[in-house]
């Protein structure tokens, strides 16, 4: 079993649905929770990160750790065509490393 | 943009030949990281160099070497390719600044026939 999972989707929802990316660990010891979103052809770029349980929220960007479930979430409320991207999910396993998830593709349509 | 720049952008190669890719960065990051992109795996640590001359495996090290001899450059070999190792490459470093964020560079696409 990896230790994060990521449904490779790939997502397609139209504009100004909200959108929700999910992944989970198998870790316990993870403490802080990150988000890169990758546009096609270019390299991963931090969305957002959390620490522990809770929630964070920037802008139309919201992210969600349960540490009970060890479940990770990112929710995009009025979602546009410039959030297609593939959304990345990534632990940090500590001593300076991350554990990426597999990616979700997803596609926002006019 | 934290300065960092990957050559060569596209390499085609052969089975069985060398191939060096180069990482560079200018703003004097200790920590430098080589991954790999592959459809349904994410991104990969294949290295990770936590100095000058000081590195460590990663996850998928097999058939990979790397070398660090100056702060700004790392460097990633493939002693002799294989189709297997056709993949998007990304150097990353950890921003000294941010501690969460790992920054990525543009990515070479190696193409191993």
């Known amino acids: 079993q990896k230790e994060v999972e990521q449904d490779p989707g790939p997502l397609s929802v139209p504009e100004g649905a909200i959108v929700s990316l999910n992944c989970t660990y198998s870790n316990s010891a993870f403490q802080y929770f990150m988000w890169y979103r990758q546009y096609s052809r270019k390299g991963p770029e931090l969305l957002m990160y959390?620490?522990?349980?809770g929630n964070k929220e920037d802008g139309r960007f919201t992210a969600q750790v349960d540490k009970s479930s060890k479940y990770i979430s990112l929710f995009i409320r009025d979602s546009q065509p410039s959030d297609s991207a593939t959304y990345l999910c990534a632990p940090d396993q500590g001593a300076q490393k991350l554990v990426f998830g597999q990616g979700t593709r997803l596609t926002i349509n006019p | 943009d934290a300065g960092i720049t990957q050559s060569p952008r596209h390499k085609v190669t052969e089975t069985g030949t060398p191939v060096t890719l180069r990482c560079h960065q200018t703003?004097?990051?200790?920590?430098m990281y080589w991954y790999r992109q592959d459809p349904g795996h994410g991104l990969r640590l294949i290295h990770y160099s936590y100095g000058v001359k000081d590195t460590d495996k990663g996850e998928v090290s097999d058939g990979y070497s790397v070398s660090r001899s100056k702060t700004e450059d790392f460097l990633l070999t493939l002693e002799s390719a294989t189709s297997s190792q056709t993949s998007v490459y990304f150097c990353?470093?950890?921003?000294?600044?941010?501690?969460?964020?790992?920054?990525f560079g543009p990515g070479t696409r190696l193409t191993v026939t």
């Open positions: 703003e004097n990051h200790r920590y």
């Open positions: 990353a470093i950890w921003d000294n600044g941010h501690p969460y964020e790992q920054y």
């Open positions: 959390t620490y522990s349980s």
